[in-house]
């Protein structure tokens, strides 16, 4: 391979664009905050922290789902992936600056007093005292046990998954020679990718999106929700892999990937949108049919309210498009069409992530606009700027990995 070609060399216009989409995230946060934040108003304040909210909770586990695929195929003792693993490690590198943003929005929210309560009702002196659903529940639902869960699970995210890419990297400089050699480094990554699989299963699958996302509704729980919130990130995730991928392809980078592997990621974005819409349909379909008023109010607003557009939209982007067009064969293996169905995806869940949380907080009416779409902005400028510093630093080919070939001669 070309020596300029190990590296990401960062093109002028790659650059241009990540600055200038984190420009004009910042720009709208500051008007957004003369706007909403800076007002006298409850409801605008609360307006423009729970946009915060929901792009830094939906970024942050974007990106953090990208680790969660290099650990899980780790453990599958898969090799398909190394020809592109630099890419989703690369990404995963993003967690601890999202998740410092995202920790500031969060701890905001739950220590800013009366003004805040509005999107966790449950941190309210007055409501805790009258209301006794969230009294019930504040053994679980309190400040301290917040922070703490917050801390563990964004501080666990950034150490583990910095490990693993530290581990991976180590190869590059460390043949190995032995097959005995070969068999302790198998183990050792086998080993640290099921600790971080334990700590993705305890945050992101179950504890994490009760406290994020679900007790904004601190009235209202499903068993389903972490699951379904896992869906609608995972997804996004493996679109924001297929984007780099292809990104770095065009540009003479990756000379090991080939159509086999866009193969095999358009069949994991199809896959999985099957399966989100699967959790979508159960987690409603079961509340719908029982029919109790306390589970059955959490979709009044979405399903049939004012977010109802939203909400069948959403399904139509994440669901119907990706099944409809990724279901050939080809399609699967066409740039274009993968780059165009991940861009659609992450928009997608985007807009999933923006009705779970702003159907609850404003329920009246839809308040998206451009300062919620500036923010989006700003992470993906964040996201590109993190990402493409990680790649320039180290090379884009795992070297001497005891299954690279297993990754060249791949077949689907």
Not at 256 to 277: C, M, P, R, T
Not at 291 to 318: C, D, H, K, M, Q
Request: charged fraction near 15%; include cysteine; charge should be positive.
């Amino acid at each position: 391979m070309m020596a300029n070609l190990e590296y990401f060399n960062t093109p002028k216009t790659y650059r241009t664009w990540s600055l200038g989409l984190t420009g004009a995230g910042i720009l709208a946060l500051i008007i957004g905050y003369i706007m909403y934040g800076a007002s006298d108003d409850v409801h605008d304040k609360t307006r423009f922290w729970a946009a915060l909210l929901q792009n830094s909770v939906f970024f942050l586990m974007v990106v953090n789902t990208c680790m969660f695929f290099v650990a899980a195929t780790t453990l599958a003792h898969g090799g398909w992936q190394l020809a592109f693993r630099r890419v989703p490690e690369a990404i995963a590198s993003c967690v601890p600056v999202i998740g410092l943003l995202a920790l500031v929005v969060l701890l905001s929210i739950v220590f800013g007093g009366s003004d805040m309560s509005h999107i966790y009702h449950w941190t309210d002196k007055h409501t805790l005292e009258t209301d006794a659903i969230i009294r019930g529940k504040s053994g679980f639902l309190n400040s301290g046990f917040f922070t703490v869960w917050t801390i563990v699970t964004i501080g666990g995210w950034s150490l583990l998954g910095w490990k693993m890419r530290k581990i991976s990297l180590e190869l590059d400089e460390k043949p190995l020679e032995t097959k005995e050699e070969k068999s302790k480094y198998v183990f050792r990554t086998t080993v640290w990718a099921a600790l971080y699989i334990v700590l993705f299963a305890l945050t992101a699958m179950s504890v994490t999106p009760w406290f994020w996302l679900m007790s904004i509704d601190a009235h209202w729980y499903s068993t389903m929700y972490s699951w379904f919130s896992f869906a609608s990130t995972w997804q996004p995730g493996i679109a924001l892999i297929i984007l780099f991928v292809v990104y770095l392809k065009n540009k003479n980078y990756l000379p090991y990937v080939n159509q086999e592997h866009l193969h095999d990621l358009g069949k994991f974005l199809f896959a999985f949108s099957i399966f989100w819409a699967y959790l979508w349909f159960s987690q409603f379909m079961l509340i719908w049919y029982a029919n109790i008023p306390e589970e059955t109010v959490y979709y009044n607003n979405r399903a049939t309210g004012t977010y109802s557009g939203i909400f069948w939209f959403s399904f139509l982007i994440n669901f119907l498009a990706p099944l409809l067009i990724l279901m050939r064969r080809g399609s699967k293996r066409n740039y274009t069409t993968v780059t165009i169905m991940a861009m659609l995806v992450i928009f997608g869940q985007w807009l999933n992530f923006h009705q779970l949380i702003f159907a609850s907080v404003s329920p009246d009416h839809v308040v998206l606009n451009l300062f919620d779409i500036g923010l989006a902005l700003g992470f993906v400028g964040v996201i590109m700027l993190v990402t493409g510093k990680a790649l320039n630093k180290h090379p884009l080919e795992v070297k001497n990995h005891p299954y690279i070939k297993e990754s060249i001669i791949h077949h689907t």
